[in-house]
């Protein structure tokens, strides 16, 4: 195996554990929020249904959180086997950053063993939402970290370069870098709001099944609004991701929009096709582009044309922005006329149709996530570090890669198939309606 093949099948081995990991992790870092949003309902309304969204809510992440660990595991794996370049050149600067993000993690996995293990020795639930409050903390900050090291590599900066060596490593000063606030921000609503979506899509398949039970329709309708409040959050953290990329990554946004040419008054391109340097059959919003990477109508923004032709990202990672914006979008707006159509009592809400458009927000949300996370990491190439070290000076140089590729996409079709089997499982041989009986029973049994 050549040079180029082992940075392909790098890059190929690297993509397919970020895609797959993003899925788990994503989930990993909304669905504790659901939890604790539900069960403080619960206890504000006293109405145990909410409780009950909780504890089955609990019962499925523990699950996700298991599969988590082991693609992250693989992921710190083939930082060190498949980029050994760059773990040489930076490793001293992002381990910090790893270091806090595992410590995130076990600081999560403490307190979510000792919330699930302590269900029914509490009498008073506010005591035990405590619990929960370490959970979603550690679960988000999981996530900034290991983020904030992805915002790095897009703006390096805490060091000084002697002799191909980073020296003068100041750590806080590198994770602090001009990309970290709009990357930590987006990432963390954009996975409150999917966890939301997927949530919300499992209880309308569930009342689309057949199974009108109220616990459902609350769960829809806390879901929802959840994840209308936080697709509106991450639009306007995305105007801020624009203007980032304009003062910081200019290549990239002129990459995501065909902005072939420098200019004023730039419109903002949504689908389309490339042919012979021109962009056809696009929508083109008028004046948008400017606005987005400056604030202002009419604002030059740099074009294609201001780059060399081997630092310019590839152009396809346009219909990765036109995906993650389309679905964002419809996302919104579907959460909104529900919300909208609750309050004033419209019954397309409840519709079997609309309840179905519901169901495919679940999935289309995770299309998002991975439409958005290769955006982020192909648009940055060349480079594997921007500006300092290129992605094929960063690979390893081993001829074994194919083979790792072969194993390790194995690993996850058995940890994804598995998931899903476990999941079904647990929730079919334990019916929302039957928990309810038995608890009812139980309350009655106790007065008794």
Not at 155 to 163: C, K, M, S, T
Not at 374 to 403: C, Y
Request: glycine share 8%; aromatic share 14%.
């Amino acid at each position: 195996m050549g040079n180029e093949e082992a940075v392909f099948f790098s890059r190929i081995l690297t993509e397919t554990t970020l895609s797959f990991h993003i899925i788990y992790a994503t989930i990993g870092v909304g669905v504790p929020l659901m939890i604790m949003i539900a069960q403080w309902v619960g206890i504000k309304k006293n109405d145990d249904h909410y409780i009950l969204l909780a504890r089955r809510w609990a019962r499925g992440f523990i699950i996700t959180v298991a599969v988590g660990v082991v693609t992250g595991t693989a992921i710190g794996l083939q930082l060190s086997l498949l980029w050994p370049n760059f773990m040489e050149l930076a490793g001293n600067v992002i381990a910090l950053p790893l270091f806090m993000e595992t410590f995130a993690f076990f600081f999560e996995a403490i307190f979510l063993g000792i919330y699930l293990y302590t269900w029914d020795r509490f009498e008073n639930q506010k005591k035990h939402f405590l619990l929960l409050i370490p959970v979603a903390i550690g679960a988000s900050f999981s996530a900034v970290f290991i983020t904030i090291v992805n915002a790095f590599m897009n703006a390096p900066r805490g060091f000084d370069i002697v002799n191909g060596e980073f020296v003068n490593v100041n750590p806080l000063l590198a994770m602090f870098n001009p990309a970290m606030p709009t990357k930590v921000a987006h990432v963390v609503a954009t996975s409150y709001m999917t966890a939301a979506f997927v949530l919300a899509a499992i209880a309308a398949f569930r009342l689309l099944k057949g199974s009108n039970h109220e616990y459902h329709k609350k769960a829809l309708y806390l879901t929802m609004k959840v994840g209308l409040v936080f697709a509106i959050v991450s639009a306007i953290i995305g105007d801020f991701s624009g203007k980032y990329l304009a003062e910081y990554q200019p290549e990239k946004l002129a990459a995501a929009e065909w902005h072939l040419e420098t200019s004023e008054n730039a419109p903002l391109i949504m689908y389309g096709i490339l042919k012979d340097g021109e962009v056809k059959y696009a929508i083109k919003i008028p004046y948008a582009l400017s606005f987005l990477a400056h604030g202002s109508f009419t604002q030059e923004v740099a074009g294609l044309d201001q780059f060399p032709e081997d630092e310019v990202p590839p152009l396809y990672i346009h219909y990765l922005f036109d995906i993650m914006v389309s679905i964002g979008i419809w996302m919104t707006l579907l959460a909104g006329v529900f919300w909208l159509g609750v309050q004033r009592g419209w019954k397309m809400v409840s519709a079997k149709w609309f309840r179905w458009l519901i169901v495919l927000g679940g999935p289309l949300s995770i299309v998002a996530i991975e439409a958005g996370w290769w955006l982020a990491e192909v648009g940055r190439q060349p480079w594997i570090l921007r500006g300092v070290m290129r992605t094929e000076d960063a690979a390893t140089t081993s001829g074994h890669v194919d083979s790792m590729l072969v194993l390790f996409c194995l690993l996850y079709l058995v940890l994804g198939v598995g998931s899903v089997v476990v999941l079904r499982r647990m929730f079919r041989n334990n019916p929302v309606e039957r928990e309810i009986e038995d608890r009812d029973t139980e309350k009655g049994g106790d007065v008794l």
